[in-house]
C-alpha cells in the first residue's frame, strides 16, 4: 500500500484495466498534525477494508453496481466517516441520510434524502433506481419506501456517537442563531465526512454512488449535493463515474459532477485536466471548497480537492494501489 503523494496524476492508463475501484472518505481540514497515529491507522484500515471489498465483488464477476452499493456500505458501517453509523447531527438532535447511485450506461439513477431510519442509505437509493419509477424520494415517504422494500430499518439511537453529538453541542454554543452564520458559512476546520465510491468493471460500466450525513447542525430539511445528480453523483459510460464531497450548496450551483463530465463529452478536455478545472479553478473562484472521485471509461483515475485533505483511495486490476489523507 503506498501513501501520499497521489500517483494516479502522472499515471494515465496505457490500456483499459480489467477493473477499477475509487473511493472518497470525505474533504475538509485533514492534516497529519491534528491526527493521532491511531485514529489515522484506523481510518485507513476503514479505507482498504472498502476497497477490498469492491474489488472482491468484481473479481467474483459483480457488476459495477453491486461493487458500489457493497464499498459504500463498509464506509457507511463505520463511525469514521460522515454517513450511515457516523452520520452527523441536526439541530434537533435527529440524524437525516442523503445517499444517491447511477448507471453510466443507462444513465438511470436512484436517490434518497432526509432519510432516519435506513441503516445503509445506499441501499434505497439503488431500490429507487432499480425498483420504482423515480430518481429521488425524500424524507418519510423514503423511508415508507426502503420499508416496503424490505430494507434493514434501525432505531436513530443506531446512529449516536459520541463525537458527532459533541460537535453539535459545541456548534450550538457557538452560533449566531439569529443568522446561522455557522451553518451557512463552515468554520475554517470544517470536515465534509461524505462518503462515495466509482467503479468501472469488466463491462466497461461505469456506476457512481455517494452517501453522506450532511452537515452539522442543519435545519429545515436542508439537503446538500449528495443525492443530487449532476452534482454529488454522476456516471456515463462514455466519460466517466464522479463522487463529490465538500460545501454542497457550491457542488449544487455548479452542477460539479456533471461539469467534469460535460468537459469531456462537449469540450474534449481528458478526464485530470476536466476535474482540475472544476475543483481547483471554478469552485475556488466561487468561494467552494471540497473535491471529487472518479474513474474514466479508460480507467484513469482522478482525485482532485481544494482543501487540506481529503480521504481518498483506489485500486486497480493491474494491482496499483493507494490510499492517501493530506495534500501531498
Not at 452542477?255 to 469552485?283: K, P, T, W
Request: hydrophobic residues 35%.
Amino acid at each position: 500500500m503506498t501513501s501520499d503523494p497521489d500517483p494516479s496524476k502522472t499515471n494515465v492508463a496505457p490500456e483499459r484495466p480489467e477493473y477499477v475501484v475509487v473511493i472518497h472518505g470525505g474533504a475538509g481540514t485533514i492534516r497529519k498534525d491534528r491526527m493521532t497515529e491511531e485514529l489515522e491507522e484506523k481510518i485507513r484500515t476503514a479505507l482498504d477494508a472498502a476497497l477490498l471489498k469492491g474489488e472482491s465483488v468484481l473479481k467474483a464477476g459483480g457488476s459495477a453496481m453491486d461493487a458500489v452499493s457493497e464499498t459504500i456500505m463498509i464506509l457507511e458501517n463505520s463511525p469514521y466517516f460522515n454517513a450511515g453509523k457516523g452520520a452527523v447531527f441536526t439541530n434537533a438532535g435527529t440524524n437525516e441520510l442523503d445517499a444517491s447511485i447511477m448507471h453510466g450506461e443507462t444513465l438511470n439513477a436512484g436517490a434518497v434524502g432526509g432519510v432516519k431510519t435506513v441503516k445503509n442509505p445506499i441501499l434505497a437509493a439503488r431500490a429507487v433506481l432499480e425498483n420504482s419509477p423515480h430518481v429521488m424520494l425524500s424524507g418519510e415517504g423514503a423511508d415508507l419506501f426502503a420499508k416496503e422494500q424490505g430494507l434493514e430499518l434501525v432505531d436513530q439511537k443506531y446512529f449516536y456517537t459520541e463525537q458527532r453529538w459533541k460537535a453539535l453541542q459545541n456548534i450550538l454554543q457557538k452560533e449566531n442563531v439569529t443568522t446561522g452564520d455557522l451553518l451557512e458559512s463552515p468554520r475554517a476546520d470544517y470536515k465534509y465526512g461524505t462518503v462515495g465510491c466509482a467503479v468501472l468493471d469488466k463491462d466497461g460500466n461505469l456506476v457512481a454512488g455517494t452517501s453522506t450525513g450532511g452537515m452539522t447542525n442543519k435545519r429545515w430539511g436542508r439537503i446538500g449535493d449528495s443525492p443530487i445528480i449532476g452534482a454529488g453523483t454522476y456516471a456515463n459510460n462514455k466519460t466517466c463515474a464522479l463522487s463529490s464531497t465538500g460545501h454542497g450548496e457550491f457542488f449544487i450551483r455548479h452542477a460539479v459532477a456533471y461539469n467534469i463530465s460535460a468537459r469531456m463529452e462537449h469540450g474534449g478536455a481528458d478526464f485530470q485536466s476536466a476535474a482540475d478545472a472544476v475543483i481547483n479553478e471554478e469552485l475556488v473562484k466561487a468561494g467552494g471548497s471540497g473535491g471529487v472521485i472518479g474513474v474514466d471509461h479508460l480507467g484513469n483515475v482522478a482525485m482532485p480537492f481544494n482543501t487540506a485533505g481529503m480521504y481518498r483511495g483506489y485500486l486497480k486490476s493491474t494491482g496499483e494501489k493507494y490510499i492517501g489523507m493530506y495534500k501531498e
